[in-house]
């Protein structure tokens, strides 16, 4: 096993951005038979890159099944190219795993890139996989917020209606390439080969069960890959310690 935490240069975010990364093995990459599966990790609106690895057995995880994971720092952006703020999507879909692929010798293939996350990282890991499906095979959300404007609007509280217009512009607009309904849809109609698998869960008690039922009904009218689960659960870490490892299970075929 191994752990690293360090900060990197990005071009496309134009500042210096920190980022953890675990691997399964602790030796250099010329001895490795494969490049091992990856999972990029992302958090939720009020947590950073330190969250997964503090409060989640997730380096046990990774040590038990061969996966390297990626938990980079996410701000507040939404996962999303904000209108008046930087271009978070491109970096994540782009920019990230490019570096992290050519630094750690981690699998560049779609069937072994993965992307999960919790509230807002639910909803960045679904749209990297339904946007960006030639780079992201499969995705898990845990709770998310599969409608971000709403969430910011009426549930986040008085800094995300703030900074609403910053990401989504003034008119507060949710455009296709934002809108995990349209992108559904749009994956949908790819060739079956091409469609990401998607996985998604969410407690019963949760505020955003309603958002996540929502979602369930659409994905499930879709010709997509499509497993949601729901049990007694609110919005804490006691839900998503064990929907991390029903993730990491969906993704593995277990």
Same mark, same amino acid.
């Given at each position: 096993?191994?752990?690293? $935490?360090?900060?990197? %240069?990005?071009?496309?975010?134009? *500042? ?19 490049? =091992? ?21 997730? /380096?046990?995880?990774?040590? /038990? ?10 701000? %507040? ?25 050519? *630094? ?6 779609? /069937? ?12 960045? +890991?679904?749209?990297?996989?339904? $946007?960006?499906?030639? %780079? ?36 507060? %607009? ?14 949908? +109609? ?11 869960? =969410? ?10 039922? $929502?979602?369930?009904?659409?994905? /499930? ?21 064990? +929907? ?11």
């Amino acid at each position: 096993m191994a752990l690293f $935490r360090g900060d990197i %240069r990005s071009s496309v975010l134009q *500042m210096d951005t920190s980022v953890s990364v675990i691997l399964p093995y602790d030796r250099p990459v010329e001895h490795q038979q494969q490049p =091992c599966k990856v999972l990029y990790l992302l958090h939720g609106i009020k947590l950073n890159s330190t969250g997964w690895p503090r409060w989640t057995n997730l /380096e046990t995880y990774a040590k /038990e099944t061969g996966i390297a994971v990626v938990v980079p720092e996410g701000y %507040r952006g939404f996962y999303t190219d904000m209108v008046y703020g930087p271009a978070y999507y491109t970096f994540f879909s782009q920019e990230l795993p490019d570096l992290c692929c050519k *630094m750690f010798g981690i699998s560049d293939r779609r /069937e072994d890139t993965f992307a999960a996350g919790l509230s807002m990282g639910g909803y960045g +890991a679904l749209k990297l996989a339904l $946007r960006s499906p030639q %780079r992201f095979g499969a995705a898990a959300s845990f709770s998310a917020t599969a409608d971000p404007l709403d969430f910011a609007l009426h549930m986040g509280g008085e800094l995300t209606v703030r900074e609403a217009p910053s990401i989504w512009g003034t008119d507060l %607009r949710l455009q296709p390439e934002d809108d995990l309904f349209a992108l559904a849809k749009q994956a949908a +109609a790819l060739p079956r080969a091409q469609r990401p698998r998607l996985y998604a869960c =969410c407690g019963t008690e949760d505020g955003l069960y309603p958002q996540n039922l $929502r979602l369930k009904a659409a994905l /499930e009218d879709l010709p997509l890959d499509f497993t949601f689960e729901s049990w007694h659960g609110v919005h804490n870490w006691d839900f998503w310690e064990v +929907a991390l490892q029903k993730g990491i299970r969906f993704f593995l075929n277990q």
